[in-house]
């Protein structure tokens, strides 16, 4: 089965600093999605891309993240200046139509 | 207040045990997913059901959701070791294209 890949898979940083995170979606999905999954609790919706723009995202996704389809195959999720709170597991997601979500195994990222 | 409700949170079976997980939503469904989570893993995605009354099953998991398309329930036939992990439901509602998820059932199956 197609899978959608994350790298890093484990990212350290300093607060403050500058973060991407990438994906690479599965090649004929449309929809790009970003969620985040802080320890022990539940995973959260961030953004959706459809289009090369933002479809819809959250009250998480303030003015510190952004998402760019750079090159037609890679997906990133930028943080600007990290938090210690943005410590998490960060995971892409692609779709073909919206409606079934395919997830890749995450980045997880601490902010130290 | 949460769109989605789990039940239960965690769940200790034997192996070999049937089980049922649930899922409550506050507003009529137009999608619930139910993919499975290992720990510090991504998800997997398990089943998707849309209409009202709609069942699916695949290998000894079974999903149903209710006619009014606001309950889902997960059900594993006969445990196994292989089946533990955290259970998350998902739902799309109408005019939105995302996925929210529920809090998760973490499922851990004794030998």
């Known amino acids: 089965e197609p899978e959608v890949t994350q790298t890093p898979s484990h990212q350290v940083t300093q607060m403050g600093q500058e973060v991407i995170l990438r994906c690479v979606p599965i090649?004929?999905?449309?929809?790009f999605y970003w969620y985040r999954q802080i320890l022990g609790q539940k995973v959260e919706f961030l953004v959706s891309?459809?289009?090369?723009?933002?479809?819809?995202k959250s009250e998480i996704f303030d003015d510190q993240f952004s998402v760019e389809r750079p090159d037609g195959s890679n997906f990133t999720l930028k943080i600007r200046s990290t938090k210690l709170e943005d410590s998490a597991m960060y995971f892409c997601a692609s779709s073909s139509d919206s409606s079934r979500l395919f997830f890749g195994e995450g980045s997880r990222l601490t902010v130290l | 207040s949460q769109e989605l409700e789990q039940s239960p949170q965690s769940l200790i079976v034997q192996e070999g045990k049937n089980l049922t997980i649930n899922c409550t939503s506050s507003k009529t469904l137009y999608g619930l997913y139910w993919y499975k989570q290992k720990y510090g893993e991504g998800l997997i995605f398990l089943m998707m059901?849309?209409?009202?009354?709609e069942e699916k099953s695949h290998e000894k998991i079974t999903a149903k959701l209710d006619e009014k398309k606001q309950q889902s329930s997960l059900h594993i036939t006969a445990s196994q070791p292989s089946h533990a992990g955290i259970y998350l439901c998902?739902?799309?509602?109408?005019?939105?294209?995302?996925?929210?998820f529920g809090q998760g059932t973490r499922l851990t199956i004794n030998p």
């Open positions: 891309f459809y289009n090369n723009e933002i479809s819809e």
């Open positions: 059901l849309q209409k009202g009354g």
């Open positions: 090649s004929n999905h449309l929809y």
């Open positions: 998902g739902a799309v509602y109408g005019g939105a294209q995302k996925l929210v």
